[in-house]
T-cell receptor
């Protein structure tokens, strides 16, 4: 299994630009999570989906952030417009909802730098 | 809502010495408990987990953790630290609704 795949691995952009982060979950998993990690705030859950449906987006910082999951094998996290304070590592994780352990499998992350 | 407390953001340990990372949880239902490890510039990797059954759980790289319900704890140990154990370690709890609550993490530094 290829594991959770994220792209790009690194993104450098200028303030005001649109940023799109991509995630491919493990095949057969039906829950997908987006996290943000910073030195100051640690690991924060932004949003998660079950069966492609957003369940809880209370962690999304503001309206500049949006996430979609058009099908079981693909999700995007978009920031528009981006700001320097959005600089962080963004992780995607997946699991099999309805399984018996809730183990989440993480991708390698996207390191976002907004100048 | 469930939560996890990890004290001491940075933990220094000498090579060959015991590694002990403390985790206390709060959960309204019997919890599932996890330890994840994050090496520099990588994602989180599952180290071990407790779901049901034996309360002493063994994981990868010689780590183990013991679930103690009376103490609401799930401390992580390794008898002898190796330089390759330098990483950040996260404890997490699930309420079995597939959402995890993570602690703030412990950055482990191994001193030669």
């Amino acid at each position: 299994d290829a594991g959770v795949i994220q792209s790009p691995r690194h993104e450098v952009t200028e303030m005001g630009q649109e940023v799109t982060l991509r995630c491919k979950p493990i095949s057969g998993h039906n829950s997908l999570f987006w996290y943000r990690q910073t030195m100051m705030r640690g690991l924060e859950l932004l949003i998660y989906f079950n069966n492609n449906v957003p369940i809880d987006d209370s962690g999304m910082p503001e309206d500049r952030f949006s996430a979609k999951m058009p099908n079981a094998s693909f999700s995007t996290l978009k920031i528009q417009p981006s700001e320097p304070r959005d600089s962080a590592v963004y992780f995607c994780a997946s699991t099999h909802w309805g399984g018996d352990t809730d183990t989440q499998y993480f991708g390698p992350g996207t390191r976002l730098t907004v100048l | 809502a469930q939560s996890v407390t990890q004290l001491g953001s940075h933990v220094s340990v000498s090579e060959g010495a015991l590694v002990l990372l403390r985790c206390n949880y709060s959960s309204s239902v019997p919890p599932y408990l996890f330890w994840y490890v994050q090496y520099p510039n990588q994602g989180l990797q599952l180290l071990l987990k407790y779901t049901t059954g034996a309360t002493l759980v063994k994981g990868i790289n010689g780590f183990e953790a013991e679930f103690k319900k009376s103490e609401t704890s799930f401390h992580l140990t390794k008898p002898s630290a190796h330089m390759s154990d330098a990483a950040e370690y996260f404890c997490a709890v699930s309420d079995r609704g597939n959402r995890l609550a993570f602690g703030k993490g412990n950055q482990v530094v191994v001193i030669p």
